[in-house]
C-alpha cells in the first residue's frame, strides 16, 4: 500500500506521536477469504515490531489454522532463544482454553466462548499483551454467546496501546461502529466453485 | 474459516489427490486494507508446510513492507540453521532487482518493472519456488509497462504445482479471469479518515 496521508486531522490536541500509539482496534469481516490470513499477516509484522502476540481461536474445530499455530510457535522459539521479535501465545477453544480447567470439554460451546471472552477480559485489563488477535470472533456474538455490548464497552475502555484485530463474517454493528478500521473481504472467485479442494500450504 | 465441501466435482478425470496438487492463481484486489498483508499471511502458511517463498515487490519505495521483509527473513534463518519451514527470497524493485546490475537504478520504473517480470518468468520456468508473492504487481500491468496477455500465458504455463499471489488495485479482467481465486479487499472504515497516522507494528 502506498504511504497514506490523514484526509483531516482531528481537533482532539493529540500530538503526531501520541495520535500515533493510539491503539487500534480492527474488524476484518465479509463472506471472502483473507479474513484470518490477514489478521495473522498483522500478527508478523507486529510481532516484528517487539510487540507481544496472543491469538484466541474462537472456533469448535482445532483442524483449521494449524499452518499458522506452528509458524507462530516458530517465531515464539525465535524471541525466546534468540531475542527477536516477540512473545507469542496461541489459545484456541476446540480443545478447551489451555488456562481452563476444562480441558477437551467442548460440549458446551456457549460456556467455552463465554470463559474464553472472560479471559481476554481479564488480560486487557491487565494490558499483557500488545496485539490481540480474537479469530472467528464474530460468530459467538452473532449466536447470543457473548454480548456484543459489553464486548464494544471492554474494548473502549482497554488500557495503553494493546492492538485488536477480529475476524469472522457478519461482524455486528456495534462492533463495526467501534473499530477503527474495518474491511470486507469479498469473495469474487473461490476454486472450490470449481470443484477443487483445498490444499496444504494453502488453505491450511 | 470452516472447512469447505466443494459445490460440484468436475468432470476432468483427476482424483482428488491430483486436483489438491494443481497451483493456485490468488488474486487479491480492491481498495480495502489486508490484500498484501493476506498475501503474506499466506506465505507464512506455505513455509509452514514446506514450500519455498519468493517474493517481489513490484514498487518504486523499498520503505514499506520492512515488518514483513524482516520477518520473512527471520523465517528464513530459521529453515537455514534449524531445517524447519522452508527457503525465503525476498526481492524489491524500489532499490535496484538484487539479481540486476542496474542496482540502485530506479530512474526507469517500466524498464524496473519489465526486468522483475523477466526473471519472474525464468524462474516460473524453472519451477525454482513453490509459491511466489508478485507484491503491488497489477500496477506495471495497468500502466501497461508490462503486457498483461503475456502475464497470463506465462502463469498458464508454468510447470509443475507453483502457487502464485497477485496483489494491488484495479486487478485487469484478464487476469481476474485467469484466476483460481479472487478475493476483493473493500474499505468499510480507516482510521487515515479519522486523521489518524499509520503506526509502527500496525502500517508497517
Do not use: C
Not at 170 to 194: F, N, Q, R, S
Amino acid at each position: 500500500m502506498p504511504q497514506g496521508r490523514p484526509v483531516s486531522v482531528p481537533d482532539d490536541g493529540l500530538s503526531t506521536k501520541a495520535r500515533r500509539n493510539q491503539p487500534v482496534l480492527a474488524v476484518h469481516t465479509g463472506t471472502g477469504k483473507g479474513k484470518s490470513t490477514a489478521a495473522f499477516g498483522m500478527a508478523l509484522r507486529a510481532w516484528n515490531a517487539g510487540l507481544s502476540v496472543a491469538v484466541f481461536q474462537f472456533v469448535k474445530s482445532a483442524k483449521w489454522r494449524v499452518g499458522e499455530e506452528s509458524a507462530f510457535a516458530a517465531l515464539g522459539r525465535l524471541h525466546e532463544e534468540q531475542g527477536i521479535g516477540a512473545p507469542v501465545e496461541w489459545h484456541k477453544m476446540g480443545s478447551g482454553w489451555s488456562w481452563s480447567r476444562k480441558q477437551g470439554d467442548d460440549t458446551d460451546h456457549a460456556a467455552a466462548a463465554a470463559d474464553g471472552w472472560a479471559e481476554i477480559t481479564r488480560r486487557l485489563a491487565n494490558a499483557r499483551h500488545d496485539f490481540y488477535v480474537l479469530d472467528e470472533f464474530t460468530y459467538p456474538l452473532k449466536w447470543g454467546w457473548i454480548d456484543t455490548a459489553a464486548v464494544v464497552e471492554t474494548l473502549a475502555a482497554r488500557p495503553g496501546s494493546q492492538h485488536v484485530v477480529i475476524t469472522g463474517r457478519d461482524a455486528p454493528a456495534e462492533l463495526i461502529d467501534a473499530a477503527d478500521l474495518v474491511t470486507e473481504m469479498v469473495k469474487v472467485k473461490h476454486p472450490m466453485d470449481a470443484g477443487r479442494k483445498g490444499q496444504k500450504g494453502i488453505e491450511w
